[in-house]
């Protein structure tokens, strides 16, 4: 019979679970970023733009995230062993946070809410 592991971590904070929303947020802002080039673009009639928008919101966010997410899994497994080797405690945890920054700082970018400092007169 196989044991359950027993984690004092929250399953929405193991490595997998945060590893999914970092995908889901990275795609969002590359799905942002998509549409904002295309429907930019004057050569791209409107009827062309609004299928682009349709087909990224309607498939491609899942086609992407479950490529994305595989990727990540795949490319990320040998340095999330080396940072679990890492002497310091809850380092995947840390990691996570210092990549969650990052895309915050990527959203806040895309979305032009970055604070721009007043220029002197």
């Given at each position: 019979m196989a044991r359950k592991r027993s984690s004092i971590m929250p399953s929405w904070l193991r490595h997998r679970q945060i590893l999914t929303t970092e995908a889901?947020?990275?795609?969002?802002?590359?799905?942002?970023?998509?549409?904002?080039?295309?429907?930019?673009r004057p050569e791209v009639p409107w009827w062309g733009k609004t299928l682009e928008v349709m087909l990224v919101n309607a498939g491609m966010l899942g086609g992407v995230l479950l490529l994305f997410t595989v990727l990540a899994r795949?490319?990320?497994?040998?340095?999330?062993?080396?940072?679990?080797?890492?002497?310091?405690?809850?380092?995947?945890?840390?990691?996570?946070?210092l990549v969650g920054a990052g895309i915050f700082a990527l959203y806040a970018w895309v979305w032009e809410f970055w604070p721009v400092a007043a220029q002197a007169a």
């Amino acid at each position: 019979m196989a044991r359950k592991r027993s984690s004092i971590m929250p399953s929405w904070l193991r490595h997998r679970q945060i590893l999914t929303t970092e995908a889901v947020l990275v795609v969002g802002a590359g799905m942002e970023l998509l549409q904002r080039w295309i429907t930019a673009r004057p050569e791209v009639p409107w009827w062309g733009k609004t299928l682009e928008v349709m087909l990224v919101n309607a498939g491609m966010l899942g086609g992407v995230l479950l490529l994305f997410t595989v990727l990540a899994r795949g490319s990320l497994s040998g340095a999330t062993r080396a940072v679990q080797a890492v002497p310091l405690p809850a380092p995947l945890l840390l990691l996570h946070l210092l990549v969650g920054a990052g895309i915050f700082a990527l959203y806040a970018w895309v979305w032009e809410f970055w604070p721009v400092a007043a220029q002197a007169a």
